[in-house]
């Protein structure tokens, strides 16, 4: 038993949580992995993973008992999101979306919201969380989609860029502004649209150097007529709960990155085993060791770190805001070191499709941008030691 598989005994999950992160793992090998290959090159969206997803019930993981799921542990969300990931970064996303999503209205919507919206996600419906503008990426408080109320109906109006799920979604959970109110956090609202709304629409898809089989979408808003009663909370409440929902999705994506940096180690210790030169394994040269030993260090203390951050959420801490950004962050900058370095490591026969480590590479580089570009992270994070 490797350090590595050594680090998954230690998740000290519930019996039912370790049940259900096998059933994602053997999925995960048998099911997802075998199509990643088709749908990288096709674009095509895995609707057929969403399926297998849904049939292992994995949506109601996240969602209360209450609304109809099963209300299981972030530690046990997070290791399923690096599982599946690993066979596929296309399908983790796509999944992880859904969580990122529902984020805001789990733990901040109205009892009457939360009945009549999140059994359907528990049910499998598929989300998308809307806030990144053409002109307002990291900094959010640049959006100028408007919230216009106009009686039991807030009139939604703008346009929205690099929207995962955007064109697949049953719900959205959109972030904009507050129609009159000139300060620009204050403004920050959310509501709730769903699909089929008269006036949404998909401007464009995006082609993509990675994660080819998740839907990226540009939406455009034109007076969308949604119910008031899908406003969460009140106006001008927005930017507490996008930040609440930012520090949930960020160890997601870090959780993410490693599914991919794992995904590449694999790929490369088993390589370097297997090919020889002048005689000799790869694996045997001292260089080589070298550089695995720094690469499953890295991994190791990552993994750990998403291990204590999934405990820190599980504890009932929200104040994890500068954790989160160190996960997502350190994960996002490993899996970039460790495709590149698999790609390095097989030669050649890595810069060519027919190995896992080309797709693994294109895919790693967007989790260094996306939920906050690391240079923001580790602005947050330099912040935190200034003495107030």
């Given at each position: 038993m490797?350090?590595?598989?050594?680090l998954?005994a230690?998740?000290?999950l519930a019996e039912?949580?370790a049940l259900?992160?096998q059933s994602?793992?053997?999925?995960a090998?048998?099911e997802?992995?075998?199509r990643a290959?088709?749908h990288?090159?096709?674009?095509?969206?895995?609707?057929?993973?969403?399926?297998?997803?849904?049939?292992l019930g994995?949506?109601?993981?996240?969602?209360?008992e209450?609304?109809?799921?099963?209300?299981?542990?972030?530690?046990s969300?997070?290791a399923?999101?690096?599982?599946?990931s690993a066979a596929?970064?296309s399908?983790?996303?796509?999944?992880?979306?859904?969580?990122h999503?529902?984020?805001?209205?789990i733990?901040?919507?109205?009892e009457?919201?939360?009945?009549r919206l999140?059994p359907?996600?528990?049910?499998?419906?598929l989300?998308?969380l809307?806030?990144?503008?053409?002109?307002?990426g990291?900094?959010?408080?640049?959006?100028r989609?408007?919230?216009?109320?106009?009686g039991?109906?807030?009139v939604?109006?703008g346009?929205?860029t690099?929207?995962t799920?955007?064109?697949?979604?049953?719900?959205?959970?959109?972030?904009?502004?507050?129609?009159?109110?000139?300060?620009?956090k204050?403004?920050?609202?959310c509501?709730?649209?769903?699909?089929?709304t008269?006036?949404?629409?998909?401007?464009?898809?995006?082609?993509?150097?990675?994660h080819?089989a998740?839907?990226?979408a540009?939406?455009h808003?034109?007076?969308c007529?949604?119910?008031?009663?899908?406003l969460?909370?009140?106006?001008g409440e927005?930017?507490a709960?996008?930040?609440?929902s930012?520090?949930k999705?960020r160890?997601?994506v870090?959780?993410?990155?490693?599914?991919?940096a794992r995904?590449?180690f694999?790929?490369?210790?088993?390589?370097?085993?297997?090919?020889?030169?002048?005689?000799?394994k790869i694996?045997?040269f001292q260089?080589i060791q070298?550089l695995l030993a720094?690469?499953?260090s890295?991994?190791a203390?990552?993994?750990?770190?998403l291990m204590?951050v999934?405990r820190?959420?599980d504890g009932?801490?929200?104040?994890?805001?500068?954790?989160a950004?160190?996960?997502k962050m350190?994960a996002?900058?490993l899996?970039?070191?460790?495709t590149?370095e698999?790609?390095?490591l097989h030669g050649?026969?890595?810069?060519?499709?027919?190995?896992?480590?080309?797709?693994l590479?294109?895919d790693?580089?967007?989790?260094?941008?996306w939920e906050?570009?690391?240079?923001i992270?580790?602005?947050?994070?330099?912040r935190?030691?200034?003495?107030r």
């Amino acid at each position: 038993m490797t350090v590595i598989s050594r680090l998954d005994a230690m998740l000290g999950l519930a019996e039912e949580e370790a049940l259900l992160l096998q059933s994602v793992r053997d999925f995960a090998r048998d099911e997802i992995a075998p199509r990643a290959v088709r749908h990288d090159a096709t674009g095509e969206f895995p609707w057929e993973n969403v399926e297998g997803i849904n049939a292992l019930g994995l949506n109601a993981m996240f969602v209360p008992e209450a609304y109809g799921g099963a209300g299981l542990s972030y530690l046990s969300y997070l290791a399923c999101v690096r599982e599946i990931s690993a066979a596929c970064a296309s399908t983790g996303i796509i999944w992880a979306t859904n969580f990122h999503a529902v984020k805001p209205l789990i733990d901040f919507g109205s009892e009457e919201q939360k009945k009549r919206l999140l059994p359907r996600i528990a049910e499998g419906a598929l989300a998308a969380l809307v806030i990144t503008e053409p002109d307002a990426g990291s900094d959010a408080t640049g959006m100028r989609t408007r919230f216009t109320p106009d009686g039991d109906e807030i009139v939604v109006s703008g346009t929205k860029t690099f929207i995962t799920n955007g064109d697949v979604a049953n719900l959205y959970v959109i972030f904009g502004k507050w129609a009159g109110e000139e300060n620009p956090k204050a403004a920050i609202s959310c509501l709730v649209l769903e699909k089929g709304t008269p006036g949404l629409s998909v401007v464009r898809l995006e082609d993509k150097m990675g994660h080819r089989a998740s839907s990226t979408a540009t939406l455009h808003f034109d007076d969308c007529r949604v119910p008031a009663a899908n406003l969460l909370r009140g106006p001008g409440e927005g930017l507490a709960l996008l930040l609440a929902s930012l520090n949930k999705s960020r160890p997601s994506v870090g959780a993410h990155a490693l599914g991919i940096a794992r995904a590449a180690f694999e790929e490369a210790t088993s390589y370097v085993n297997g090919r020889k030169q002048s005689g000799r394994k790869i694996v045997e040269f001292q260089g080589i060791q070298f550089l695995l030993a720094d690469l499953a260090s890295e991994l190791a203390l990552c993994d750990s770190w998403l291990m204590h951050v999934g405990r820190l959420v599980d504890g009932g801490r929200s104040d994890i805001g500068i954790e989160a950004s160190i996960l997502k962050m350190r994960a996002s900058d490993l899996a970039m070191r460790m495709t590149t370095e698999a790609v390095q490591l097989h030669g050649g026969y890595g810069y060519v499709k027919e190995y896992k480590v080309e797709r693994l590479m294109r895919d790693a580089k967007i989790t260094q941008i996306w939920e906050g570009t690391n240079q923001i992270h580790r602005q947050l994070v330099g912040r935190s030691f200034i003495e107030r």
